[in-house]
């Protein structure tokens, strides 16, 4: 079975520009989350998506936003990105399901991520 | 909110020597899971260990193991037989059991560790 998949995996963008990220989970996995890693402030949650729709969303401004498709791929989109949004952003997925089956299904899965750097 | 602290930021250990590498974290919940990931120089996060706070039994993956003491809120790693390829960035992981909090994890600060030949 293919992982996590996370493309591109490097990105060089400039103040101001926007950015795209892409996630594709291992199949079957319909839980999808993302995190952002630096070295300052660690591993930060982003937000997660299950079965096409927002489920938890961590502190991040409005600049951050993602969505689901209909096959669990997930796109995470940065607008007019700062200095700071230079990361490591990492996409994980869950095979998270029904609640009867949740207790045997609560590990995540992580891809190597897309290193952004924002010049 | 949970917070996740490990107060070791480096450790070191000679080859088939073991280390021990310490988490500590602050919940209101009782039911939880916590878990051991691995961040090798490749930066994909690999699962080591995972426990379900329910469980007094520690968990045990080959030359890993934990020890978790659940009053102390603390949950260390112990590996054996330290390998070169054990050298890693190791983060300590919290997650919600509860109904609806879906698959959020809280991570900690991170250990590095060096495995010396």
């Known amino acids: 079975k293919a992982g996590v998949t996370q493309t591109p995996r490097y990105l060089i963008k400039t103040r101001g520009q926007q950015v795209t990220l892409s996630c594709s989970p291992i199949?079957?996995?319909?839980?999808v989350s993302w995190y952002q890693q630096t070295p300052g402030q660690g591993l930060q949650f982003l937000f997660e998506?299950?079965?096409?729709?927002?489920?938890n969303k961590g502190n991040f401004p409005g600049r951050f936003s993602g969505r689901q498709f209909s096959n669990s791929r997930s796109e995470m989109n940065v607008s007019t990105l700062e200095l700071g949004d230079s990361a490591l952003y990492l996409c994980?997925?869950?095979?998270?399901?029904?609640?009867?089956?949740?207790?045997?299904?609560?590990?995540?899965?992580f891809g190597s991520g897309t290193q952004l750097s924002v010049l | 909110a949970q917070t996740v602290t490990q107060s070791q930021p480096e450790m070191s250990v000679q080859e088939a020597e073991t280390v021990t590498l310490s988490c500590t974290y602050d919940?209101?919940?009782?039911?939880?899971?916590l878990f051991w990931y691995k961040q090798p120089p490749s930066r994909q996060m690999i699962l080591v260990i995972r426990q379900e706070a329910y469980k007094q039994q520690n968990a045990t993956e080959n030359r890993f193991s934990v020890n978790f003491q659940k009053a102390a809120k603390s949950f260390s790693l112990k590996i054996s037989d330290s390998q070169l390829g054990d050298a890693a960035m190791y983060f300590c992981?919290?997650?919600?059991?509860?109904?609806?909090?879906?698959?959020?994890?809280?991570f900690g600060e991170g250990t590095q560790l060096t495995v010396n030949p």
């Open positions: 199949s079957g996995h319909r839980s």
């Open positions: 994980a997925s869950s095979p998270e399901g029904l609640r009867q089956l949740w207790a045997a299904n609560e590990k995540l899965f």
């Open positions: 998506y299950f079965s096409e729709t927002q489920r």
């Open positions: 919940t209101s919940e009782s039911d939880y899971y």
């Open positions: 992981a919290y997650r919600s059991a509860r109904r609806g909090s879906g698959s959020r994890l809280t």
